[in-house]
């Protein structure tokens, strides 16, 4: 049987279903089914079980290392916070040091300790030197005083 | 409801239901490996069986089946439902196939269902055969093959994916990513093609 085709959808699925039931597509439905080897199969399972290792152990890493990471940026976030503020903090007072100042001060602290030390031994203020060196009054000494000197 | 339209049950038991084939895709989106096992088993060999006549190397049709299985194994999270996962994995299969032939530097041949006013005539299978009465012999099964073998790609593969794997025409279009219409010409034109190779083999049946 020949004849021209119209190819209306309609006329298609009607060609089309006849020949759905020719020969030509019940042979190919029943063509026998091509069977994988246990080779093949043995080398699936082993890829699919090492992209899942691979998987499990990118997990765990993750599991590790997110919290790690997670609290390092908290603390380098804490520890910011804290110097900025020990930073404005710091501003607001006022030196000890003032260039050259601080060290005549220490120098001049020194000489007087040493000097009430000359005066009157160990214990002897530089305030009650001073008052001591600079006085023109005889010393109270009483005599016995100086005889246990002696 | 199948989740699998035409396919194997996933779950080979006498009290499967939908729900637990659910449950098994959804392990598989998870990527549990013991689920996967059951996915590929019930799959396998239909997939080979698409590839294999798709691609005539045998050894590059199980490495590409294998393929198949892996980026399926990846890629099941993004397996969304929207289409059954049968049309999901032959897309996938599909795909490679074209994959394979691009990169051999073959295209897919397009063969046209020339219109109302060509001269083209097509023989049209007798109603008188009888379907029933044909053994298919190894003889047979080698000359479809060769058949199918020597018509082009895409009518090969809505030939196998419609009446090897009962894939519905909508199921079909997906996967090869063109109309309806398209694949009902390709499906005819495919028929045809295999009919006229199989004369010899069919007329003493149609003479009957």
Same mark, same amino acid.
Request: hydrophobic residues 45%; negative net charge; aromatic residues 8%.
């Given at each position: ?15 089309? =279903? ?29 890829? +699919? ?20 990471? @997670? ?19 710091? @501003? ?30 160990? @214990? ?6 001073? =008052?001591?060196? @600079? ?10 005083? +100086?005889?246990?000197?002696? | ?24 895709? =959804? ?6 490996? *013991?689920? #996967? ?10 997939? #080979? ?9 045998? !050894? ?15 890629? #099941? ?12 994995? #032959?897309? +996938? ?23 109302? *006013?060509?001269?083209?005539?097509? !023989?049209?299978? =007798? ?17 479809? *093959? ?23 025409? *909508? ?38």
């Amino acid at each position: 049987m020949r004849e021209k085709i119209n190819l209306t959808d309609a006329r298609l699925d009607q060609l089309l =279903d006849e020949q759905s039931c020719s020969v030509v597509s019940q042979v190919v439905k029943e063509l026998p089914e091509e069977q994988v080897s246990l080779v093949w199969r043995s080398e699936l399972n082993q890829k +699919i079980a090492a992209m899942a290792g691979k998987r499990r152990r990118a997990m765990l890493l993750s599991w590790m290392w997110k919290p790690a990471v @997670g609290m390092a940026v908290c603390t380098a976030l804490v520890v910011a916070v804290f110097v900025r503020r020990d930073a404005a903090s710091v @501003g607001t007072v006022t030196p000890l040091v003032q260039d050259a100042g601080f060290e005549r001060a220490l120098v001049r602290e020194h000489l007087a300790s040493a000097s009430s030390i000359d005066v009157a031994a160990e @214990g002897f203020t530089p305030a009650e030197s001073a =008052d001591s060196k @600079g006085s023109a009054a005889p010393l109270d000494w009483d005599r016995e005083d +100086i005889t246990s000197a002696l | 409801m199948e989740l699998c339209i035409g396919a194997p049950r996933l779950i080979s038991d006498d009290h499967h239901s939908a729900a637990a084939e659910a449950a098994l895709l =959804d392990r598989c989106r998870r990527q549990d490996v *013991e689920a #996967f096992g059951k996915f590929v088993d019930a799959y396998q060999n239909r997939v #080979f069986g698409f590839i294999r006549r798709m691609v005539p190397n045998g !050894e590059e049709a199980a490495d590409l089946t294998q393929e198949v299985f892996i980026r399926a194994y990846q890629n #099941f999270a993004r397996f969304d439902a929207r289409s059954s996962v049968r049309t999901w994995l #032959f897309r +996938i299969a599909y795909n490679l196939c074209v994959d394979r032939a691009r990169k051999a530097k073959r295209s897919f041949e397009e063969v046209g269902l020339h219109t109302g *006013e060509s001269e083209e005539q097509y !023989e049209f299978p =007798d109603n008188r055969w009888e379907p029933e009465r044909l053994i298919l012999t190894e003889e047979l099964c080698a000359a479809v *093959e060769t058949a199918m073998g020597t018509m082009s790609e895409k009518l090969r593969t809505v030939l196998l994916l419609h009446d090897r794997e009962d894939t519905p025409y *909508e199921e079909i279009a997906k996967i090869v990513d063109v109309p309806v219409g398209t694949v009902k010409s390709r499906l005819f034109l495919a028929r045809a093609h295999l009919q006229k190779a199989l004369n010899e083999y069919l007329q003493p049946e149609a003479t009957t």
